[in-house]
């Protein structure tokens, strides 16, 4: 079973910046995305960024330029580190993990608990 811990949410002023952090616990398939998705209040969950083993990566067309996934294999933690953020992009963070043994075929899918962000003066 893996687990998923979340850190790194707060209060940050406009235009400010933010670096979540989701480490997981547990062994991870070989073929894996691990990413970050956002909620809103009375939205629907959304796509922040996503990064798969070999690095490729994945932007919200409301995030590129401004924010950068990465990921550390030997920690089996991923980073989305935030900049110029905009009340806009207030809304709990959840890191998400899913994982298989084929190349882009997963069938494991985890959640983290998520984080609040709030970006506000």
């Known amino acids: 079973q893996v687990q998923l811990v979340e850190s790194g949410g707060g209060l940050v002023q406009p235009g400010g910046s933010l670096r979540l952090s989701c480490a997981a616990s547990?062994?991870?398939?070989?073929?894996?995305?691990m990413g970050w998705y956002r909620q809103a209040p009375g939205k629907q969950r959304e796509l922040v960024a996503s990064i798969t083993q070999d690095g490729g990566t994945n932007y919200a067309d409301s995030v590129k330029g401004r924010s950068i996934i990465s990921r550390d294999n030997a920690k089996n933690t991923v980073y989305l580190q935030m900049n110029s953020l905009r009340p806009e992009d207030t809304a709990v963070y959840y890191c998400n993990v899913q994982d298989g043994v084929l190349p882009g075929t997963y069938i494991r899918d985890y959640w983290g608990q998520g984080t609040q962000v709030t970006v506000s003066s």
């Open positions: 547990g062994s991870i398939f070989r073929f894996n995305v």
